[in-house]
């Protein structure tokens, strides 16, 4: 039984850290993510960090990093931390890799976000607010961008998209969103984001937790119910000590902030969550999960290719 005990405090303290270039653009979304929040406070705009916006006709849901609603205007805008220099060439946007990296092809990077628009103007059942734009933001100022992209309306540095922000424009800011954007709001209310599967060291899988297996006990019952909880919390002994002779790996279901259960889990039964970007499921086993935030809408699931 020591033995058993002993790999199973060895499996739990496996870590998984997060690659640099991920940390890197988590961190700098969420701080343009910040930077509105702060540049609309004590407004009537609203944002929406991460919307999933279904798209019927394209069997797939099309996530924003942000969408920016104000008072008869919407902002659709996608964050984008790259390094070394980019270009367009034949439309496609060429990001050339520091220190020879070689390049990566992100395609109409401009002409993407613009879709978007178009789709949550096709999904959004009532009139659009007047006026629909859409930025590409550049969150990293060693990025070299030729002087021909950046005279673009869509292609914005952090500096850029600050000054557009009600709390830097000296115009008189209406006291209310118009009837168009009060609807909007109300729709994109309704759609979720990505799931969010924290690991032990930092790295973070986001998108659509399929399934728990049967042997996961409560939380397996339970899967089904996300009005009842929004995200769970693991708590499992990693010490040597306390892991050898309390090997715990608890569940706690939370709702709003607020604890609303708490179970034990099976550190070795597992999940599967299809990443974004993946085609294929990746399996997680219980004892290396932190924390799990669901933002997702289970309905759309399938609406993924």
């Known amino acids: 039984m020591v033995l058993g005990r002993f790999k199973e405090v060895w499996r739990r303290r496996r870590r998984f850290p997060a690659a ?6 988590f961190a700098a979304e969420a701080q343009v993510g910040h930077l509105i929040e702060a540049g609309i406070a004590d407004t009537c705009w609203r944002v929406f960090h991460g919307p999933r916006i279904p798209a019927p006709k394209e069997k797939r849901c099309r996530e924003v ?20 220099r980019m270009e367009i060439v034949d439309g496609e946007v060429i990001q050339h890799r520091r220190n020879d990296h070689g390049q990566l092809n992100h395609k109409d990077t401009f002409g993407i976000i613009a879709h978007k628009g ?16 859409s ?20 292609c ?22 118009s009837k168009e954007s009060a609807s909007l709001v109300k729709t994109l209310e309704t759609v979720g984001s990505w799931d969010l599967v924290n690991l032990h060291g ?41 892991g050898l002779f309390n090997p715990s790996c608890q569940a706690i279901m939370i709702k709003d902030g607020e604890e609303v259960k708490r179970c034990s889990v099976n550190p070795s039964a597992s999940l599967q969550i299809r990443r ?7 399996t997680v086993e219980w004892r290396h999960v932190t924390r799990i935030d669901l933002m997702s809408k289970p309905e759309h699931h399938n609406m993924r290719k």
Not at 20 to 25: L, N, P, R, T
Not at 65 to 84: A, L, T, Y
Not at 158 to 166: A, E, G, R
């Open 20 to 25: 640099g270039h991920e940390k890197a653009g």
């Open 65 to 84: 990093d942000f969408v920016v609603i104000g008072p008869d205007e919407v902002w659709m805008v996608e964050c984008k931390h790259w390094s070394g």
């Open 118 to 133: 178009d789709v949550l103007r096709e999904y959004h059942e009532g009139e659009m607010p007047t006026k629909i734009t």
């Open 135 to 154: 930025f590409v933001v550049f969150s990293n100022q060693n990025l070299e961008i030729p002087n021909d992209i950046m005279a673009r309306k869509d």
């Open 156 to 177: 914005l540095r952090q500096s850029d998209l600050l000054k557009l922000l009600p709390s830097e424009a000296k115009k008189t800011q209406p006291s209310k969103l």
């Open 202 to 242: 930092g790295r973070e899988y986001n998108g659509d937790l399929l399934s728990v297996s049967e042997d996961s006990g409560v939380l397996h019952a339970v899967f089904n119910s996300r009005d009842y909880y929004d995200a769970i919390k693991i708590e499992t002994e990693r010490s040597w000590l306390k």
């Open 276 to 282: 974004a970007a993946r085609s294929q499921a990746t």
